[in-house]
């Protein structure tokens, strides 16, 4: 199982950004998608998740300006990021929670994270 998102740069403050991820593999199937986020000197954080059902859940400092949505069809998310303040300057992650086949034909659960993707906003 693999993650591979894109987005992300340098935006001003009020600015927008979008990022993509997409998870590809041998996918039977997918419970949830998400992206977290970690900044300079501090612990990993949920941002926003979504499930197979279309369920999202927003972390409440981005609630009403961060918007997540899924194509199944497509295994992808996306993250629409409005009304950027400083304090959502970090590195953003993307995380997948699914259930894939291995090597030996064997159906196993896979909580997968792609490479991070540098968010920073600034003047």
């Known amino acids: 199982v693999q993650l591979q998102a894109s987005g992300g740069g340098l935006v001003q403050p009020g600015g927008s950004l979008r990022l993509s991820c997409a998870v590809s593999?041998?996918?039977?199937?997918?419970?949830?998608m998400g992206w977290y986020r970690q900044a300079q000197g501090k612990q990993r954080e949920l941002v926003a998740s979504i499930t197979s059902g279309g369920s999202t859940t927003y972390a409440d400092s981005v609630n009403g300006r961060f918007t997540i949505s899924g194509d199944n069809g497509k295994n992808t998310i996306d993250l629409i990021m409005n009304s950027l303040k400083p304090e959502d300057t970090a590195v953003y992650y993307c995380?997948?929670?699914?259930?894939?086949?291995?090597?030996?034909?064997?159906?196993?659960?896979?909580?997968?994270w792609g490479q991070g993707t540098q968010v920073t906003v600034s003047s």
């Open positions: 593999g041998r996918i039977i199937r997918i419970h949830a």
């Open positions: 995380n997948a929670d699914v259930v894939a086949l291995n090597g030996a034909e064997n159906m196993v659960a896979y909580y997968a």
